[in-house]
């Protein structure tokens, strides 16, 4: 007869706990560490860091203000030239900062010490060493592989997750518990409203699983760009080969004639979910990798959106679309290969480790950031930090250019800490991409800055709420304005 294997239980007990280990969580739980909380952070992956790391975005789009482009030339000069933009006010600092700086330091981010770019490029893969060194310097315990199965409540009141394997059962007890799943998997758990998709028709932005592909002759590739600029347009192709040959970031935009040679052969590839693609709606974006000190040029990082319609919190769908992400990523390389000058010995190097979620819970807290506030720059008495990136939305039928519209007022716009809490729920605060805000705000917040942000921001409220015997919504504003600013996070 098999042996019924008896689990293992255990509990454990820290002061603040973050499920979830990307973008906005690696700097929840520093924030928390750093305010002299005991934190245990827990992920999925066998990485730190999230999309930002093992989903290979290699920059972090808005430390600074963005300003939205109008016409389609104005975004193809903007994706390439902007980039590399120390011009506009800087809103986000403090820990994301740091954590630039210290890429700076090893050859791994492109800019100077103590500012950060528009668009600030990073090498992905170092990104995952020295996110774990700042996590781990900061006493944070972290499990790797880890998924939280079930949640522990009081009431109405959170009290930690459980943590199921074949052979154990743990239960985490914690004084505050931060969500940073990216889908708010725990708030959900526990209850908390959320809405998902567009209010049209719930459908939700299209995913991405970037790709590198190698062996590239960038020199040919920038050669077809100049004979042809009519393609392209002459101040995008002059701005490109200027900034290579300054050795500074561009972004090359989709090569739209050998997108219709191939479709009228029927050798290019279409996205999961859609039955065409239209070249002039394509806003399918190559960059060339930071790597030791310098940009590679035999070497292109590859983003385009790659599946339609699919519920990120769906595993069925997700794995599906993942399927043929990664098939379409392959296919793909295939087409630089056979159409695009200088990629004729090019290979397919990798894809990402993690999907491109653009949207899928947004949490309902005790205020939702409103597509107005953005657009009209609105602050709040308990802003947390000031943002002003685009919303940026991806069109869900594939059949319009990405949308990019501008924050107005004075180009930012506060997050408040009301969007943060989940309403109805105690002892729980969320970050990242599920915080409260309308299907079109969450285009700006969804975004790297905006999560490291709100990462900061409820790391810290969950230690000061620890140590001041309260709640996150008992906390006094002004002690928590007072902590961040301190710790030089832009209010």
Request: glycine share 10%.
């Amino acid at each position: 007869m098999p042996i019924k294997m008896n689990k293992e239980k255990q509990v454990v007990r820290k002061d603040v706990l973050v499920v979830g280990g990307g973008t906005a969580g690696f700097v929840a739980a520093i924030a928390a560490a750093r305010n002299g909380a005991s934190v245990l952070l827990l992920e999925a992956h066998d990485h730190l860091g999230g999309t930002h790391s093992g989903g290979m975005v290699m920059m972090i789009r808005s430390m600074r203000h963005m300003r939205a482009p109008g016409s389609f030339q104005e975004k193809k000069l903007m994706v390439t030239g902007y980039e590399s933009s120390f011009e506009d006010e800087q809103l986000v600092r403090s820990i994301a900062q740091e954590y630039i700086d210290r890429m700076l330091a090893i050859g791994s981010a492109w800019g100077q010490k103590g500012q950060a770019a528009t668009r600030q490029m990073f090498d992905p893969e170092i990104a995952k060493w020295v996110i774990e060194q700042m996590v781990q310097e900061a006493g944070v315990e972290v499990w790797l592989n880890t998924q939280a199965s079930d949640v522990l409540m009081d009431g109405n009141r959170i009290v930690g997750v459980t943590v199921e394997s074949l052979h154990d059962s743990i239960e985490i007890h914690a004084g505050v518990t931060i969500d940073t799943t990216g889908d708010g998997e725990i708030a959900a758990a526990a209850g908390a409203q959320y809405e998902m998709g567009s209010p049209e028709d719930g459908k939700h932005q299209p995913l991405s699983l970037y790709f590198a592909i190698g062996g590239v002759n960038l020199d040919k590739t920038l050669a077809y760009m100049r004979e042809h600029p009519d393609e392209f347009g002459r101040d995008y192709v002059e701005k490109s080969l200027q900034l290579h040959s300054e050795q500074k970031p561009f972004t090359m935009i989709a090569f739209k004639e050998q997108i219709r040679k191939a479709l009228a052969k029927g050798e290019y590839p279409i996205p999961y979910g859609l039955k065409t693609v239209d070249p002039d709606a394509i806003m399918y974006v190559t960059r060339t990798m930071f790597r030791n000190g310098k940009f590679r040029y035999d070497f292109t990082y590859h983003n385009m959106d790659m599946a339609y319609n699919i519920d990120g919190t769906d595993r069925v769908e997700m794995s599906k679309a993942t399927l043929a992400m990664r098939e379409l990523a392959n296919k793909m390389a295939i087409f630089y290969r056979n159409y695009v000058p200088g990629y004729e010995d090019s290979y397919l190097a990798y894809t990402a480790q993690s999907v491109g979620v653009r949207d899928t819970r947004r949490i309902v807290c005790d205020y939702t950031l409103t597509d107005d506030d953005v657009l009209n720059g609105r602050t709040f008495e308990d802003g947390i930090g000031r943002y002003g990136s685009v919303m940026d939305v991806h069109d869900k039928s594939g059949k319009k250019s990405v949308s990019l519209v501008a924050v107005g007022g004075s180009g930012w716009f506060h997050i408040p800490f009301r969007s943060l809490i989940p309403k109805g729920i105690e002892n729980l605060l969320v970050a990242g991409r599920c915080i409260s805000a309308e299907y079109n705000a969450l285009g700006s917040v969804r975004s790297q800055a905006a999560s490291m942000v709100t990462g900061q921001a409820v790391g810290t409220a969950a230690a000061l709420s620890v140590k001041g015997n309260a709640t996150p919504r008992e906390l006094p504003m002004s002690k928590l304005q007072g902590v961040l600013t301190s710790q030089d996070q832009i209010i």
